[in-house]
């Protein structure tokens, strides 16, 4: 079976400051990893995917496979960095589906 | 740029009636997908399909049942809607090949079961 943990329901940080959201997964294969963002009032969207390595508004995410983990990191957090991120997994083991973690709210205060 | 389409952006229903949330897709994708997103609990799916009038349930499927008539169009049917069936439900659609990267996700239909 394969399962996402975000431990964090919210995170609340001060403008400037860095942010790392926690991802730990669980899964037998080779996972694809994968980070969502929902503004408010917005549709879900992907921001980044671990296959890339790619940067997204100032977003990275390294796969730590020893670890088992995804954390979601930048530097200096944003007022528009607010909103609900959700971590995901696709398992081609476990029928092709994305399975998502239960998300961590991020609010970023001036 | 895909769209995907979910007919209602709210819906208010009472229990026991039986409830149709639609979703249409424009890129002629193969894979279609139902989850439902709750505060503290994520996005789980409910159904998904692979093609036309093939179904596969997914991680909660209890009270709920979809129809694939054309590529297009992925209906989830509520049979006899209940209280715990409130929630907002998200349609995706996903090209093959694809893998994860090319889910696209509707607005969402947020039902509410009174």
């Known amino acids: 079976a394969q399962r996402v943990t975000q431990p964090e329901k919210l995170l609340s940080v001060f403008k400037g400051a860095p942010v790392e959201l926690k991802c730990n997964y669980s899964?037998?294969?080779?996972?694809?990893l994968f980070w969502y963002v929902q503004y408010s009032r917005q549709r879900l969207q992907l921001l980044l995917r671990?296959?890339s390595r790619e940067s997204i508004k100032g977003f990275t995410a390294d796969l730590n496979k020893g670890e088992t983990s995804f954390h979601l990191k930048k530097p200096f957090a944003q007022e528009e960095d607010s909103a609900m991120y959700y971590c995901a997994l696709y398992g081609r083991g476990g029928g092709n589906k994305l399975t998502f973690g239960t998300g961590t709210q991020l609010k970023v205060e001036l | 740029d895909v769209k995907v389409t979910q007919s209602s952006r709210y819906l208010v229903k009472r229990t026991g009636e039986k409830v149709f949330l639609e979703c249409v897709q424009d890129m002629d994708h193969e894979n279609m997908f139902w989850y439902r997103q709750d505060p503290g609990l994520g996005l789980r799916l409910i159904y998904f399909?692979?093609?036309?009038?093939?179904?596969e349930k997914g991680d909660i499927p209890e009270g709920y049942s979809v129809s694939r008539e054309k590529k297009e169009r992925f209906s989830l049917i509520l049979e006899s809607a209940s209280t715990n069936q409130t929630s907002m439900y998200l349609c995706?659609?996903?090209?093959?090949?694809?893998?994860?990267?090319?889910?696209?996700f509707g607005s969402g239909t947020r039902l509410t079961v009174v």
């Open positions: 899964y037998s294969g080779s996972p694809e």
């Open positions: 995706a659609s996903r090209s093959t090949p694809g893998g994860a990267k090319g889910y696209t």
């Open positions: 399909s692979y093609d036309v009038k093939m179904k």
């Open positions: 671990h296959i």
